[in-house]
Nanobody, 124 residues
Framework: QLQLVESGGGTVQPGGSLRLSCAAS????????IGWFRQAPGKEREGVSC????????TYTNSVKGRFTISRDNAKNTVYLQMNNLKPEDTAIYYC?????????????????WGQGTQVAVSS
């Protein structure tokens, strides 16, 4: 079964940092673009960031630009989301998923191999 596993979530104070990891189980990631998505209570799932299969292209939603950095290490079969200067509005369950490309990644329904998510809570 092809599945991604997210980890690294937790509770931090505003201004804090977390690094999320997205690891593959049963397949290699190097042919896939990887998207990070989040869903806050009572809100729709939204795209946060996406990285191309080579890592040469990245994209971010406006609310996280300059604070979040997506990267990948294909040798470790893992994609990361470094989150700095976290804000209470970043509180959500964060998911990663695969597709062939990042263009239009906000249309998350086309992504697959969703993991179970990792909870991020930003609170003082």
């Amino acid at each position: 079964q092809l599945q991604l596993v997210e980890s690294g979530g937790g509770t931090v104070q505003p201004g804090g940092s977390l690094r999320l990891s997205c690891a593959a189980s049963g397949f290699t990631l190097d042919h896939y673009a990887i998207g990070w998505f989040r869903q806050a209570p009572g809100k729709e799932r939204e795209g946060v960031s996406c990285i191309s299969s080579s890592g040469g292209s990245t994209t971010y939603t406006n609310s996280v630009k300059g604070r979040f950095t997506i990267s990948r290490d294909n040798a470790k079969n893992t994609v990361y989301l470094q989150m700095n200067n976290l804000k209470p509005e970043d509180t959500a369950i964060y998911y990663c998923a695969t597709d062939r490309y990042c263009a239009g990644y906000a249309r998350f329904a086309r992504f697959g191999s969703w993991g179970q998510g990792t909870q991020v809570a930003v609170s003082s």
